[in-house]
């Protein structure tokens, strides 16, 4: 399974934006990259995901580069209900019928 | 509105018993998972189905065993509970089809376990 790489901790200030990167340097033409984000005491939750184009919602934004091997999860204000641990995971599109998390970033944010 | 709903919350288990955790979804979604997550960790895939009648193994299934007799349920058994089995235990559920369309998967609240 393709994996992805993450620092394994990041900080921000509050009402700035904040830019998660991930690297997934042996992304397969058919793996999208879903983000999912923990907050303390909880069970994950989903963000965002994109196949090679950028891609916003009401949560985030996710930057895809060309080469699609790396990515990055952009959120533009972030408050302090955004600190959570946030997982880049790959996903076949045509067998994610399991899908791996990684350690994550745990993002801290400074009020 | 319940999603996807674990119990019991939390639990105490002694050497040697066993237990089930119970995970129910009702969102008609065929694919089910459960997850471990020890302290400070990511989650490990312990098994996951496809459907009703269908399981299969993850990265850390040695211990468990699953059952999926009905789309909604995926019970998680734990047969010789040992302290290493202490952790958060996490069921999900997603949507997928064969022509390549799935929904993000929901996550349980999760069930806390420890072993003594």
């Known amino acids: 399974d393709a994996k992805t790489t993450q620092p394994n901790s990041m900080e921000s200030n509050e009402e700035e934006p904040v830019h998660l990167p991930c690297n997934h340097s042996t992304i397969s033409g058919t793996d999208y990259i879903h983000w999912y984000r923990q907050l303390p005491s909880q069970g994950p939750e989903y963000v965002i995901h994109?196949?090679?184009s950028n891609v916003n919602n009401r949560m985030a934004s996710l930057a895809i580069a060309e080469d699609r091997k790396s990515s990055t999860l952009i959120l533009h204000r972030a408050t302090l209900r955004d600190a959570a641990v946030y997982y880049c995971i790959l996903r076949d599109r045509y067998t994610g019928n399991q899908f791996y998390f990684g350690t994550g970033t745990s993002l801290t944010v400074i009020p | 509105n319940a999603g996807v709903t674990q119990t019991p919350k939390f639990r105490i288990l002694k050497i040697g018993q066993s237990m089930t955790l119970q995970c129910t979804q009702d969102m008609n979604h065929n694919y089910m998972y459960w997850y471990r997550q020890d302290p400070g960790m990511g989650l490990k895939l312990i098994y996951y189905?496809?459907?009703?009648?269908?399981?299969d193994k993850g990265e850390v299934p040695n211990g468990y065993n699953v059952s999926r007799s009905t789309t909604e349920d995926f019970p998680l058994r734990l047969e010789l509970a040992a302290p290493s089995q202490t952790s958060v235990y996490f069921c999900?559920?997603?949507?997928?089809?064969?022509?390549?369309?799935?929904?993000?998967?929901?996550f349980g609240q999760g069930t806390r376990l420890t072993v003594v």
């Open positions: 999900a559920s997603s949507y997928g089809d064969s022509k390549g369309a799935y929904t993000e998967a929901f």
């Open positions: 189905s496809v459907g009703a009648g269908i399981t």
């Open positions: 994109g196949l090679t």
